[in-house]
């Protein structure tokens, strides 16, 4: 047997009642003639396979019916543990996996009960008679062999297992009766199931190969047992990274232990491609023992991002109109949400509401990242003030982390040059700061090159992108492509009459300066979560100096869309 310790006794006021199997950390499944009798005050449950193990006191909270009968149906019982047992669960078969279908083979299934005389426990061997369900309640068992340990009272409740996976089939429910006769009755998982809906989101689909289902529990027990199980937004995050495009989505509440997320992929995840789907959660799993225990201690782990892109483009049906395309990325791939041409006076109120619609389809617990791709005329628009919703002003940018991009950049040849440059920085620790200062900016072909060399990264203007001295700059910062830009939207007010020379006193040179020592330690993957902090502290602070700042960030990782980019827009005037 394998994992063996999740077997259970049953006991009332000391006394043996039966036996039952953990299938959650805090659920023990028995016969409902098991418990019938017992005082409630006094019902325990004892792992007798972990010694030293205080037995725990139990309730019943679900029953299937039974009204007392031997013959009766419905004699189920869900017990309730007063806390997690520190235990893994039992793993059940697909429905079935105990019906061989092999002429002449029948599988070996295992009972490990508390007959009279064995208070430690006992094994019997069995088989299935015939896969006929009786009274569409049970299936017949009998003796694996003349001789053998015959089921009696002590065994009611207990796990009926496979025996070369100790994965459980059913649940013994009745003996023969009759001195002699080594038989009895055992329900299956899925009439259990029937009377006890939660049941069937445990139970594997049978197009999960047998060993597969063994190393994904076995991984499972490990990571629990180094407390590598992780948060609920990583357990997603595995899953989503695992699933193939017809699984289904990860539930909205997430999952609440990595054993529920290894479970939601054995028993949800079905059809053709089920196997390449478990091997691929698999490999995320056996990943986690690769990787720092603290994300924090790991100066290149990076946040998850799962972004949603607000495409604002010129209408072409006059100023006082703009083209909108709100999309949601999340598991690789893009969902649009809504798109429409609207009059400027809307647009905040269509953009919030577009964003609100678009979180439905992000991972739950995933690192959220608004991202607005603006015309290159639009850069400096300050949409991370605009309110978050229509009843709270609290802008955008303190909500979320909030970037801009660039709609020139958004061509296959300039995203295959930034997906080589984002590659490059997974392993950059800071994003240190190239200047472009008032006083003597560089000559814009020299500020390409520069930009374009391996330990660039960041580019800083003390202008906003409007200066007329520094706009070829900005331009070629763009062009380059250079993966980030920062600047400030107030800036240093380059007039066309007296250009500022920069040093001290210049406003372009203060937020530059604090703006090096702010981000030079932090990674470039990390950028839009530390503009976020920094926008909350100036939306609290009068006067600060990073009130105005604006971010472009762009990683077109992650914006990938398998069908090859951004749908047309329903409202083209073109069309």
Known sequence: MKSADWHARIESAGQVAGAGFLVTPRRVLTCAHVVHEADPRALTVTFTERPGLPAVPARVIADGGWRGGTADPGDLAVLELAYDAPIAPAALAPVDA???RRPGRPRKLVVYGFPFGFDEGTLAEYRITATQLLNREWIQLEAWQPGGQPLAPGFSGAAVTLADTGEVVGMVTAAAGDRGVHNGRMMPTEVMARYWPDLEGLVPTSDHRTADRARLRELVERAVREGLDGDPGRRVRLYESARGPLDPDAPEEGFDSLWAAALFVLCEVDGDDAAATVARFTAQVEALFRAPADPAADPAAAPDWSPILVDLQHSGAGDGHVRVEVSAYSGGRRHPVGSDTVPQAGLRAYVQDRIEAAFRYLTPGCDELLAFALPRDWIDLPVD????????????GCVYPLVVTDQARRRAGVRHQLTRVWNRLDAVPGARVHRVECGSPEEPRRLRMRLRRDDACLAGFATAPAASRTRPHFDTSLNA???MVVWSREGCHDGP??????????????????????????SPAELPRRVLALREEADAEEGHWAHDIQLLWDD?????DPHGGPAPHPHSPVT
């Open 98 to 100: 105990a019906h061989d």
């Open 385 to 396: 003030r605009w309110a978050s919703t229509p009843d709270d002003d609290t802008p955008l």
């Open 481 to 483: 492509p250079a993966p």
């Open 497 to 522: 009459d007296e250009a500022c020379a920069g040093g001290d006193g210049c406003a372009g040179k203060t937020f530059l300066d604090e703006l090096d020592s702010c981000v030079s330690g932090v």
């Open 556 to 560: 077109p990782r992650l914006f990938a």
